[in-house]
């Protein structure tokens, strides 16, 4: 079983639109869940880190739900700008804080 | 601040070169990690470390090598170049891991022939 497993989509919706993205990692002890975005060819960028309790920013909301090993991530009134890969990654619980990255999920949104 | 510096951007090889992909960060940042990015695998940990001196493999770690002499730089040696390690690397960095995430350089494109 892959560490990090994602829906690759595409999703593609309209503005405006919600849509959810979901992400279940195989280690039990990890400890920090994270949420990147990645537009083409470019680098990884931080979108929100995912904590317990849920967070929100913005038109984005985390969850996480540590009984089931599941993340996920909410877009409210998508925006086209909002069009990228968003990658779910997940600390290595056994080597220090390095990453586990998911294939990652394409979203486009379109007028 | 610059954040996470990589170079080169671009790079082509031949087969059996060696070469060291630079990373700088000037964050005082305690970790730091380098990935690559193939099409459809996703990143794949490299090598990392959780401070100077200290270094640890990741899940892709034969035919690179590393070294940590200061916080600031974590470079990547190439020892002998392979079509297979064609790819796009990314280093990155962070103040502790957990809860902060890693910021990422800009990556560098290395194509070996």
């Not at chain 1, 994602?6 to 405006?16: A, I, M, R, Y």
């Not at chain 1, 990228?84 to 997940?90: G, I, K, Q």
């Not at chain 2, 040696?77 to 960095?93: D, I, K, M």
Request: hydrophobic share 30%.
């Amino acid at each position: 079983r892959k560490e990090v497993e994602q829906d690759p989509g595409p999703f593609n919706v309209p503005e405006g639109a919600t849509v959810a993205f979901n992400c279940t990692y195989s280690n039990s002890a990890s400890q920090s869940f994270f949420w990147y975005r990645q537009d083409c060819r470019k680098e990884p960028k931080l979108l929100m880190s995912v904590y317990s309790s849920g967070n929100e920013d913005g038109r984005f909301t985390a969850q996480l739900n540590r009984a089931s090993q599941y993340i996920s991530l909410l877009i409210r009134d998508s925006k086209l700008s909002d069009s990228a890969t968003y990658l779910c990654v997940v600390n290595k619980a056994d080597s220090g804080y390095a990453l586990n990255f998911g294939k990652g999920t394409s979203l486009l949104v379109t007028p | 601040n610059a954040g996470v510096t990589q170079t080169p951007k671009f790079q082509v090889l031949k087969t059996g070169q060696s070469m060291t992909l630079q990373c700088a960060q000037d964050m005082n940042h305690e970790y730091m990690s380098w990935y690559r990015q193939d099409p459809g695998m996703g990143l794949r940990l490299i090598h990392y470390s959780v401070g100077a001196g200290i270094t640890d493999q990741g899940e892709v770690p034969n035919g690179y090598n590393v070294s940590r002499s200061t916080t600031e730089d974590f470079p990547l040696r190439l020892l002998s170049a392979a079509p297979s390690q064609t790819s796009v690397y990314f280093c990155a960095s962070s103040y502790s891991g957990t809860n902060y995430g890693y910021t990422f350089g800009s990556g560098t494109r290395l194509t070996v022939v």
